[in-house]
């Protein structure tokens, strides 16, 4: 027969010097899930995967492109992979594409470019976030329905104007309207900066500390995020842009790299689709080993731009 123990003395017990008498966590239980939910993971990840197949397609088949003859990218039906591997096409691509050129011209335009995005668009972005000041909302909302608006709504006006102030010729149109914000980054840095608590601005005012240096000095360093991918797709942007440079430049001397590709493409219209791709793909390099580095920083300053107060 057991005993009946003591309430005295398993209480004296529990206050054991010694003891541990912290409530013991509770196990988590895993639920088993269900078939329906089975099978709506399963269909969520298949198509992810034949989305992801889809937009691959092209990557791959410019990559194995670069390292086919001209008779087996011409082949019916296609041949997704080489009969014989071949570099003539890297050969024949930087002996004739002015690469080094090409790529100093296209960094001359990149670099300040996202400079300006990251720096106009932070400043505009805190100006109507932060600062009360009258017909905030609505001017931000005017700023926002300008996206609306197609680049080639404004296309001649904006090439007339830059003609009339002897602009055509330079790289100064496809840097300098960088320095002035783009709605997109704006309303970006705008998102990011509704996250960022009211009290540290307000504890600034309170010693003392102006707009500038509440931005400087409190607000920018805690952006980083943001910036970073505001740069990195003003870089994308105007390391892929074709149309700027077209409209322009007007020296083959200043060509970009996107811009120089249709160097490949002859007179009659014939085009040297092996050395175009292996040349592709080498101008690809620098944007997928800058977003390998840049990704966490920069899916971070996405994700975050969508949490506010």
């Not at 397609?57 to 071949?86: C, E, N, R, S």
């Amino acid at each position: 027969m057991t005993a009946i123990q003591n309430p005295t003395a398993a209480a004296a017990a529990a206050l054991e010097p010694g003891r541990d008498t912290a409530p013991s966590k509770p196990v988590p239980q895993h639920r088993r899930r269900t078939w329906p939910q089975i099978a709506e993971s399963i269909a969520k990840h298949s198509v992810l995967i034949v989305l992801s197949v889809v937009f691959l397609m092209p990557l791959f088949w410019m990559v194995t492109g670069a390292f086919k003859t001209q008779a087996d990218i011409g082949a019916f039906p296609v041949k997704w992979f080489p009969d014989t591997i071949t570099t003539g096409n890297f050969a024949y691509g930087l002996a004739t594409f002015p690469l080094l050129q090409y790529f100093w011209n296209t960094l001359v335009i990149c670099v300040p470019s996202m400079i300006g995005a990251a720096l106009s668009s932070a400043m505009v972005g805190y100006g109507v976030s932060k600062i009360r000041w009258p017909w905030r909302n609505g001017i931000f909302t005017i700023l926002i329905a300008t996206m609306m608006v197609p680049f080639y709504v404004t296309m001649v006006p904006l090439f007339v104007a830059y003609r009339d102030v002897g602009w055509t010729g330079t790289y100064l149109p496809l840097i300098v309207p960088t320095f002035f914000g783009i709605p997109f980054f704006i309303f970006l840095m705008r998102q990011f900066f509704l996250g960022i608590p009211e009290a540290l601005s307000d504890a600034a005012r309170i010693d003392g500390a102006g707009e500038l240096r509440i931005f400087i000095q409190v607000i920018l360093p805690l952006c980083k995020p943001a910036l970073a991918a505001v740069m990195l797709f003003q870089f994308l942007a105007s390391w892929s842009d074709l149309l700027g440079p077209l409209l322009y430049l007007t020296k083959s001397s200043q060509y970009t790299l996107s811009l120089g590709l249709t160097f490949f493409q002859g007179a009659q219209g014939d085009t040297a689709v092996g050395p175009l791709m292996a040349v592709s793909t080498i101008i690809l390099i620098p944007i997928v080993v800058l977003f390998f580095f840049a990704q966490k920083t920069f899916i971070q300053g996405i994700t975050m731009s969508g949490i506010k107060d």
